[in-house]
T-cell receptor
C-alpha cells in the first residue's frame, strides 16, 4: 500500500541536542510538507518542498532545517536553536505543488524535551 | 500574507446539523480543503471546493464563496464519532491551515 511513514512515533530531546524526524513517502508525490501542531491548536507550516533539491521556509522555520535529496524523503531536523520543540509534528505530501489534490499525512511524531 | 479564521469550539447534539465556518485571506488560491482530525491522530481529507457553490458528499457538504473569502462545512445527522477537530486549509503551493474547530457531539 502507498503512504507516508513517519518515524519515530515518539522522540525525546535533551537540552542542546539536535534531533531528526524521518518522513518517507512511496506515493511518487512531488510536494512534501512539515507542520507543527501544539495542543488544541491548528497546523503551522515549518517547511515545504515542491521538487527534489529545493525547499522553502514556511511560517515558523526558525530553529528547524530540512533537506530534499530524494523525491521520497524529506527529513526534518529540530536544532538546539528551537527553544520550545515539544509538539506533534506532521509530514504531508501532495502529487504536485499546484494541483487540486488533497494532502496525505503521516501518523506524526511526538517530540518532548527530557 | 495568509490568514485563516475558524471558530475555536462548537457543541451540538446527536442527529442535529452543524455548520462550521472558515474565512480566509491568501496570497494565492487553488481551492479550499476541509480535513477531520481526531485527537492524537493525523488529519484525514473530507472535502474540496475550487469553484463557488456547494459540494455534497453524503452527510458532509462544503460551500465556497471566493469573492467573500468564505467557506463552510455542513455536517448532517451528527453522530458521536463526529466529535473531532475540523481544519480548513488553503493556499497555492504554500498550504496553510486555520486553527481548527473542535466539535463536541453530545447524546
Amino acid at each position: 500500500d502507498g503512504g507516508i511513514t513517519q518515524s519515530p512515533k515518539y522522540l525525546f530531546r535533551k537540552e542542546g541536542q539536535n534531533v531528526t524526524l524521518s518522513c518517507e513517502q512511496n506515493l511518487n508525490h512531488d510536494a512534501m510538507y512539515w507542520y507543527r501542531q501544539d495542543p488544541g491548536q491548528g497546523l503551522r507550516l515549518i517547511y515545504y518542498s515542491q521538487i527534489v533539491n529545493d525547499f522553502q521556509k514556511g511560517d515558523i522555520a526558525e530553529g528547524y532545517s530540512v533537506s530534499r535529496e530524494k523525491k521520497e524523503s524529506f527529513p526534518l531536523t529540530v536544532t538546539s536553536a528551537q527553544k520550545n520543540p515539544t509538539a506533534f509534528y506532521l509530514c504531508a505530501s501532495r502529487r504536485d505543488p499546484s494541483s487540486n489534490q488533497p494532502q496525505h499525512f503521516g501518523d506524526g511524531t511526538r517530540l518532548s524535551i527530557l | 500574507g495568509q490568514n485563516i479564521d475558524q471558530p475555536t469550539e462548537m457543541t451540538a447534539t446527536e442527529g442535529a446539523i452543524v455548520q462550521i465556518n472558515c474565512t480566509y485571506q491568501t496570497s494565492g488560491f487553488n481551492g479550499l480543503f476541509w480535513y477531520q482530525q481526531h485527537a492524537g491522530e493525523a488529519p484525514t481529507f473530507l472535502s474540496y471546493n475550487v469553484l463557488d457553490g456547494l459540494e455534497e458528499k453524503g452527510r458532509f457538504s462544503s460551500f465556497l464563496s471566493r469573492s467573500k473569502g468564505y467557506s463552510y462545512l455542513l455536517l448532517k445527522e451528527l453522530q458521536m464519532k463526529d466529535s473531532a477537530s475540523y481544519l480548513c486549509s488553503t493556499g497555492f503551493q504554500k498550504l496553510v491551515f486555520g486553527t481548527g474547530t473542535r466539535l463536541l457531539v453530545s447524546p
